[in-house]
Each structure stands twice: as C-alpha cells, then as structure tokens.
Nanobody, 119 residues
Framework: QVHLVESGGGLVQPGGSLGLSCRAS????????MGWYRQAPGKLREWVAT???????NYADSVKGRFTISRDVAKNTVYLQMNSLKPEDTAVYYC?????????????WGQGTQVTVSS
C-alpha cells in the first residue's frame, strides 16, 4: 500500500506565498513523476505542475513564473512553492505520484490540502 500525505495548506492574502509538501510512503519500488493538481469549487480538477525523476519540470500556464515544484528523491517528497498568490489560486491541492510497486505501476493521490487566497 502506498500513501501520499500533503501538508502546508492554509489561508494567505493575495500576493502572499505558501509552500506545500507531499511525502510518499509504503511499499514502493520506485517513484517516477510526481506532481500537483488542484480543484476549485464547482470546477474540474486541473493539472498544476509535474516533476520527473530526473528533475525536469512542467507548469500550467496559469502558474508559470509564480509556482515552483521541487523534489527530494531520498525523502520521497515533492514540494510546491507558491508565490504571488491570487484569489483564483484558491482550491484543494492534490499531490500525485506515478509509483511502481510489486503489483505494478499506477497513479496514487493524496487526500488534498486546502489553499485559500483571500483578503
């Protein structure tokens, strides 16, 4: 069993910063890509950013230049540093990991952490 646990959400004012982290644990052979998604009220879940096992990163246009994804491979942890936050960044943020286990390879999701950007 693989578990992803996010932390770091909260309330921040527009223009502020917030950092999220997500640690994967369990019986894993390897972790390939890790990433972040978000879902705002009444909207579909959308992709935010991903980072490969080699450290290559990609970002949604809406967060490019403001968010930074990083990864500590040894700690099985992915981070999302969010700067210059806007009210439209308000959402539940979910961590995602592409994990290989003895049972095969599949995506795993965290439980989500709320980020609210409001004055």
């Amino acid at each position: 069993q693989v578990h992803l646990v996010e932390s770091g959400g909260g309330l921040v004012q527009p223009g502020g910063s917030l950092g999220l982290s997500c640690r994967a644990s369990g019986s894993m052979l390897s972790i390939n890509g890790m990433g972040w998604y978000r879902q705002a009220p009444g909207k579909l879940r959308e992709w935010v950013a991903t980072i490969t096992s080699g450290g290559n990163t990609n970002y949604a246009d809406s967060v490019k230049g403001r968010f930074t994804i990083s990864r500590d491979v040894a700690k099985n942890t992915v981070y999302l540093q969010m700067n210059s936050l806007k009210p439209e960044d308000t959402a539940v943020y979910y961590c995602n990991a592409d994990v290989k286990t003895w049972g095969g390879r599949r995506d795993y999701w965290g439980q989500g952490t709320q980020v609210t950007v409001s004055s």
